[in-house]
């Protein structure tokens, strides 16, 4: 079992900065990948960044692409996303989620809401 807890989230206005720490907990040894995905009200949960937790390759969304960075800090089994240049369509709570394999996510955590006000 992995266990999960975000935090960061706010309300901020457009072109601000924010980060998110998402702490990991329980089987942090067997975790694959890091991931951070979004839902805003009315729409899918989407798929926003991710890190291999050993070596470290991110990959991310185009819509997030230059704006937001993931990065983690093994020593302390925490995620972190960086988001810059906020914009109004960024509005959503953000999930941290963790893969133990290459097949899919298997923790979540409760999620932080984040509002770009325009």
């Known amino acids: 079992q992995v266990q999960l807890v975000e935090s960061g989230g706010g309300l901020v206005q457009a072109g601000d900065s924010l980060r998110l720490s998402c702490a990991a907990s329980?089987?942090?040894?067997?975790?694959?990948?890091m991931g951070w995905f979004r839902q805003a009200p009315g729409k899918e949960r989407e798929f926003v960044a991710a890190?291999?937790?050993?070596?470290?390759?991110?990959y991310y969304a185009d819509s997030v692409k230059g704006r937001f960075t993931i990065s983690r800090d093994n020593a302390k089994n925490t995620v972190y996303l960086q988001m810059n240049s906020l914009k109004a369509e960024d509005t959503a709570v953000y999930y941290c989620?963790?893969?133990?394999?290459?097949?899919?996510?298997?923790?979540w955590g409760q999620g932080t809401q984040v509002t770009v006000s325009s």
């Open positions: 890190v291999r937790w050993n070596g470290g390759t991110t």
């Open positions: 329980g089987r942090t040894f067997a975790i694959y990948t």
């Open positions: 989620a963790a893969a133990m394999d290459a097949q899919r996510y298997s923790y």
